[in-house]
């Protein structure tokens, strides 16, 4: 068995993707003011690896200051408010539906491979966290030209 087939059966949890959690869940994230591309990308990888019975979800993507100073505080973020794509609603966290972060690093890679693939397949220009060398933050993606974009817009509160 390859390490891909482990990291994808690590992964797969069919009887919580045909969960009312599950279903709760998909709506779970603030997402108001989210620039498309961002919704556009975490929505193809959550249904992608959904039909293959791994359960992802939207965990955040619009962050305001409170939130993205507390994730500063604990370590969680190398960003300071308005430093986060987060702030602009350019990047998307994805996690597990059951595991959360607890996956281990073949299937964070694999997701990260996936997720590359859609970027390219969607054409939306996409960084991930888990190929970050200061913080490895994998399960972050965000739009690879948000601090461009973002210039002259003020962060969310």
């Given at each position: 068995?390859?390490?891909?087939?482990?990291?994808?059966?690590?992964?797969?949890?069919?009887?919580?993707?045909?969960?009312?959690?599950?279903?709760?869940?998909?709506?779970?994230?603030?997402?108001?003011?989210?620039?498309?591309?961002?919704?556009?990308?975490?929505?193809?990888?959550?249904?992608?690896?959904?039909?293959?019975?791994?359960?992802?979800?939207?965990?955040?993507?619009?962050?305001?200051e409170a939130a993205q100073e507390e994730y500063y505080?604990?370590?969680?973020?190398r960003a300071k408010y308005g430093q986060s794509a987060?702030?602009?609603?350019?990047?998307?966290?994805?996690?597990?539906?059951?595991?959360?972060?607890?996956?281990?690093?073949?299937?964070?890679?694999?997701?990260?491979?996936?997720?590359?693939?859609?970027?390219?397949?969607?054409?939306?220009?996409?960084?991930?966290?888990?190929?970050?060398?200061?913080?490895?933050d994998p399960a972050h993606w965000e739009l690879k030209?948000?601090?461009?974009?973002?210039?002259?817009?003020?962060?969310?509160?």
């Amino acid at each position: 068995m390859t390490d891909l087939s482990t990291a994808m059966r690590a992964m797969i949890d069919q009887k919580f993707v045909a969960s009312q959690r599950y279903k709760d869940q998909q709506h779970r994230a603030n997402i108001e003011g989210a620039h498309a591309d961002i919704l556009e990308f975490g929505k193809r990888l959550v249904t992608r690896m959904r039909k293959q019975g791994v359960p992802l979800f939207i965990l955040n993507c619009v962050r305001g200051e409170a939130a993205q100073e507390e994730y500063y505080r604990t370590g969680m973020s190398r960003a300071k408010y308005g430093q986060s794509a987060h702030n602009f609603g350019m990047a998307v966290d994805i996690i597990h539906g059951r595991k959360a972060y607890d996956l281990d690093r073949k299937s964070w890679d694999l997701l990260g491979h996936i997720g590359k693939e859609i970027s390219v397949q969607a054409g939306i220009p996409i960084t991930w966290g888990g190929d970050f060398i200061s913080l490895w933050d994998p399960a972050h993606w965000e739009l690879k030209e948000w601090r461009k974009m973002s210039q002259g817009l003020k962060p969310f509160p």
